[in-house]
């Protein structure tokens, strides 16, 4: 017993063996002192051994003292630690600053993804020949979606976009189609208007090769107070189709269809051709393929908008993602979405 140390001696003791912990630099020094202290063999551990020769009326208080000297080294420990703690990674911080100057060493830039490129391209080449370039929320009302585009309630091409509306906030949903945008600018500039609009489009479509919840529209509208004809937007349309595929004659075919906010309503075509088994649009070639929608403009929808000039004109609208994928070969649109990074960078998106 006689290397016990008396409890005197450890209360004595204990705002020295305080201050110590408190002034521990490391973590294995304090670690060092707490195992000399209150570890299996430290001294206030050992003096619990006092315990048994204490008279049994006094061992309750002895105890209770004891263990007071051990929660006191216990408390301060733990202060200690999470002190050097905070500093280490306080140090740590200062030591492992990035500095965002330095220069690069490997060549692995970001890029633009390709139907952001895509798409500044194409919204390039209408503001050079003038058109407005616009956006619209994604967020829309049934009025911009539907109603006003002469889609009224359950007509059945309501039910043909399957759409995504929006839970308790009364009749917003997530946008089906782009033509909203006509809608809007109508609205705001009146006629003449020349504008073009790309944006997001939403529809609860299964994600599959060819279709996607979410995927671009381009949407294009001509209107003015002098005649407009078929012949109008025929030209426009192949003249932007022959700059997109970046050919010299784009051969188009139109096929009568319906669409409720243009009358006459066409559906387009372009020629195609295969190469090493890719589909690659040259605007020539055997096969057609379709690309989107078009029409003159709906009176209805010039009601609508609150129009009160006789007026003409023409609209169309065709899917981002599609021409891109018929211009590069792609063959599966989730791609376009995916992250796969050797994708990416043969695409661009990693210049
Ligand atoms: N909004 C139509 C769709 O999503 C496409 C379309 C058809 C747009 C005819 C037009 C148009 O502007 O005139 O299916």
Redesign the pocket.
């Known amino acids: 017993m006689g290397d016990v140390m008396p409890l005197k001696e450890i209360e004595a003791n204990l705002e020295h063996w305080e201050k110590t912990i408190l002034g521990a630099s490391t973590v294995q020094e304090l670690e060092r002192l707490k195992a000399d202290i209150i570890g299996k063999s430290g001294v206030v551990t050992s003096a619990f051994k006092l315990l048994k020769d204490v008279p049994s009326d006094e061992k309750r208080a002895f105890g209770e003292r004891l263990n007071v000297a051990k929660s006191r080294i216990e408390n301060a420990i733990t202060q200690q630690r999470r002190k050097l703690e905070d500093y280490s990674i306080l140090e740590k911080l200062k030591n492992e600053t990035v500095d965002v100057t330095m220069p690069v060493e490997n060549d692995h830039f970001g890029g633009l993804h390709i139907i952001t490129q895509s798409l500044r391209r194409i919204r390039d080449y209408y503001s050079a020949r003038g058109f407005l370039v616009l956006d619209g929320p994604e967020v829309e009302t049934e009025f911009y979606n539907f109603d006003a585009l002469n889609i009224p309630k359950h007509h059945p091409a309501r039910q043909s976009h399957d759409t995504f509306y929006l839970k308790r906030c009364g009749d917003m949903l997530l946008r089906t189609?782009t033509?909203c945008v006509?809608i809007r600018a109508m609205q705001k500039y009146g006629v003449p208007l020349r504008m073009i609009s790309i944006g997001k489009t939403y529809r609860n479509d299964q994600l599959d090769a060819t279709h996607s919840p979410m995927f671009h529209?381009i949407?294009g509208l001509v209107v003015d107070t002098k005649p407009i004809t078929v012949g109008h937007l025929k030209s426009e349309l192949r003249k932007f189709l022959e700059f997109f595929f970046e050919t010299d004659s784009a051969s188009l075919r139109f096929r009568p269809s319906f669409?409720p906010?243009?009358e006459p309503?066409m559906e387009f075509d372009c020629r195609y051709t295969k190469k090493d088994g890719r589909l690659i649009i040259t605007g020539q070639g055997d096969k057609w393929i379709e690309l989107?929608?078009?029409?003159m403009v709906h009176p209805n929808v010039f009601t609508n908008c609150g129009m009160k000039e006789k007026c003409y004109g023409f609209?169309?609208?065709l899917g981002l993602e599609r021409i891109i994928m018929l211009k590069h070969g792609i063959t599966d649109i989730r791609n376009l979405f995916d992250t796969d990074q050797r994708w990416l960078r043969y695409y661009g998106a990693c210049a």
């Open positions: 189609q033509s006509q529209q949407e669409f906010f243009t309503s989107g929608g078009a029409g609209a169309y609208g």
